[in-house]
Structures are given as C-alpha cells and as structure tokens.
C-alpha cells in the first residue's frame, strides 16, 4: 500500500528543532514495516486559514510504502499529541 504524508510545523520553530522534528517523524515513516519512497520538503508557506494562531507553516511531504497501516497509525497517533505539528493529513493512494 502507498500512503502520502503531509505536515506542517509550526513556523516558530528554530532550524535545529525543525531538524529534529523531521527527524523523529521520518524514523517513525522509515519503520521496518514501511519504506520511505519520496520525502520533500516543501518549505515555509501561507496557510489558507489560520492554524492553532498561525498564519504560515513549514510542509513536508512524503510518500511511503507499508505493507500495513500501523506505520500510518503510529505517525497520526504522535504527530497528534505532538507540539511542534500543527497540522497533518494521511491519505491512501490509489494502486
């Protein structure tokens, strides 16, 4: 199955902690069940409306490949606790 990824971070964030950010959110994709097919940074963007106070965010993109979707789960499941993710979307696409 393929899924694509997206996640905004908030723009207040330094450049180390962004890094980190992206970091632990790819380990989470790169899980020994899944596999990284295309990850791109998108860069810092204006939103269509505002976020948790936020007028701009920095997105990411990536495509992965899981042979399940607990990869997916373990990624929405972090990434909606997480203070550093304002916004992220999970989708599955079509084979």
Same mark, same amino acid.
């Given at each position: *199955?393929? !899924?694509?990824?997206v *996640?905004i971070?908030?723009?207040?964030? %330094?450049?180390? @902690? $962004?890094?980190?950010?992206?970091e632990?959110?790819? /380990? #989470?994709?790169s899980?020994?069940?899944?596999?990284?097919?295309?990850?791109?940074?998108?860069?810092? /963007?204006?939103?269509?409306?505002? #976020?948790k106070?936020? /007028?701009? &965010? !920095?997105?990411?993109?990536?495509?992965i490949?899981a %042979?399940?979707?607990?990869?997916? $789960? @373990?990624?929405?499941r972090?990434?909606?606790?997480?203070?550093e993710?304002? $916004?992220?979307l999970?989708? $599955? /696409? &079509?084979?």
């Amino acid at each position: *199955m393929r !899924y694509e990824v997206v *996640m905004i971070l908030k723009p207040t964030l %330094s450049d180390e @902690e $962004r890094t980190e950010a992206v970091e632990k959110y790819h /380990k #989470i994709l790169s899980d020994t069940t899944a596999k990284v097919v295309n990850a791109k940074e998108i860069g810092n /963007k204006e939103l269509a409306y505002e #976020i948790k106070g936020f /007028k701009t &965010g !920095y997105y990411y993109l990536y495509e992965i490949e899981a %042979s399940d979707d607990s990869t997916t $789960r @373990e990624f929405d499941r972090v990434a909606s606790i997480s203070d550093e993710v304002i $916004r992220h979307l999970v989708t $599955r /696409k &079509g084979e």
